[in-house]
């Protein structure tokens, strides 16, 4: 089927370590978004990418580094310098031209203690 | 820039209610309008949308009108059930090329029995 998959579901991880999450499409999408949820709140962009071996920063992106090598895959890395990490987020893909709609993946919530 | 102001919430509800709730946004341009649910601890999905003005994006009993005279794009439905119980996101991709979404920050509905 074709989707968006985002792994692992749940991660827990200690303070001071980098942690990076995985998000791989098969629906041959240009576009590749990271969005980060916290409780009760809306979605905020920490990156995003229009094309392989290009991204932006979103509004968020201080203590995240992401990588476009491969067009089905977009990794999240939250590294050490993010001040408080714990939180669920998001991966997304789009056509990228025009004004088509997003499509999610399920999430991955991170815990740090 | 461009943003999506959403009616707090939660809103909640009676089975077989009536349903609305409010979005409005600013842009430049013609946005394309979006409505997504999130069922809890999942990922977004499109409920509907809508590409220019007048337009009326429709699904499983959910309906939104692009109202560009009043920068709107209300949800609607006739009779809500438990199952629609979730949190509700509207959302714009801006236009003129790449379509980065921006998020209200959602409307938790809950319908009782």
């Known amino acids: 089927d074709g989707g968006i998959t985002q792994s692992p579901k749940y991660l827990f991880r200690k303070e001071g370590q980098n942690v990076t999450l995985s998000c791989e499409q098969n629906l041959n999408h240009d576009a590749m978004y990271w969005y980060r949820q916290d409780p009760g709140q809306g979605l905020r962009l920490i990156y995003y990418?229009?094309?392989?071996?290009?991204?932006q920063k979103g509004d968020i992106a201080e203590g995240y580094s992401v990588s476009r090598e491969k067009k089905e895959s977009f990794p999240l890395t939250v590294t050490s310098a993010q001040k408080n990490p714990t939180a669920f987020y998001l991966c997304?893909?789009?056509?990228?031209?025009?004004?088509?709609?997003?499509?999610f993946g399920q999430g991955t919530r991170l815990t740090v203690v | 820039g461009d943003s999506v102001t959403q009616m707090e919430g939660p809103v909640t509800l009676s089975e077989e209610a009536f349903l609305t709730i409010n979005c409005t946004y600013t842009a430049t341009g013609y946005p394309s309008l979006f409505w997504y649910v999130q069922y809890p601890g999942e990922g977004l999905q499109l409920l509907l949308k809508a590409t220019k003005a007048d337009d009326k994006g429709s699904n499983k009993g959910f309906e939104a009108t692009y109202r560009k005279e009043t920068t709107s794009f209300h949800l609607e439905k006739g009779s809500v059930q438990v199952s629609d119980s979730a949190v509700y996101f509207c959302a714009l991709s801006a236009s003129g090329g790449y379509n980065k979404l921006i998020f209200g920050a959602g409307t938790r509905l809950a319908v009782h029995p």
């Open positions: 990418s229009q094309i392989v071996n290009d991204f």
């Open positions: 997304a893909s789009s056509p990228g031209q025009g004004q088509a709609e997003a499509f």
